[in-house]
């Protein structure tokens, strides 16, 4: 399973500016999430997060979440044809190889999944991942990478048995991945260190996903 952001797309347009519609259209806000630190935030964790900074209490911003995130996905998608994706180095490759190699590989983002799943459709990645937990779903990541699974196991007779790996450049996925019973695999892609990921008690940190063989090695489980 893969994070989105920094772990497989070093950039891309457009998600910020749903955010920023969804907070002028639905609380009057005009804002950005650059405010604050998001990275390795769900898509709720960051509508909340941002609104309390510009001053609004919880009890303000709760009931008007599910709007708000209405109102994204119709600019996202309004957009879509303009957004412009920069995909890592590596990823397309380690994609088809896992593909060859009968993985069942699948996401866990903080995007809302039309979102994400726009995101790699327009970078020509979507078709890899058959199934996923998203910002959409819930507003916790563990709950995300547990979800995941569940689908996995609902939806193509997977069996969980310390052979889930999860992908992030985040603590917070780390985080997740540990919580939920995953072996977390740190990328540092993002704007978090080695060293960053290791003291989240991630199972395994890489550089990039470049290294093709070093991916297949720790998910065959032939890593040292």
Do not use: W
Request: a negative charge; hydrophobic letters at 40%; aromatic letters at 6%.
């Amino acid at each position: 399973m893969f994070d989105i952001d920094k772990t497989l797309i070093k950039s891309s347009t457009g998600h910020s500016a749903a955010f920023s519609e969804g907070f002028k259209e639905v609380y009057d806000v005009d804002s950005t999430i650059d405010i604050i630190n998001h990275h390795g935030m769900t898509d709720q964790q960051i509508i909340i997060e941002v609104l309390k900074k510009e001053g609004l209490e919880e009890s303000e911003i709760y009931p008007k979440i599910g709007e708000c995130m209405e109102v994204m996905l119709d600019h996202f998608n309004e957009i879509r044809d303009t957004v412009q994706i920069e995909v890592l180095e590596g990823v397309p490759e380690l994609l088809e190889e896992l593909e060859r190699e009968d993985f069942l590989i699948g996401l866990v983002t903080g995007n809302l999944e039309t979102i994400g799943r726009g995101k790699l459709e327009k970078a020509g990645l979507d078709h890899y991942f058959k199934l996923g937990g998203f910002g959409s779903d819930d507003i916790d990541r563990t709950k995300l990478v547990r979800l995941a699974i569940k689908r996995a196991e609902e939806d193509f007779a997977f069996r969980s048995d310390d052979n889930v790996f999860l992908f992030g450049d985040a603590p917070q996925d780390m985080n997740a991945g540990n919580e939920a019973g995953a072996i977390t695999v740190g990328v540092a892609t993002g704007i978090y260190s080695k060293e960053d990921l290791e003291n989240a008690s991630a199972a395994h940190v890489v550089d990039n996903l470049q290294d093709t063989q070093q991916i297949l090695d720790i998910v065959s489980k032939k890593a040292l």
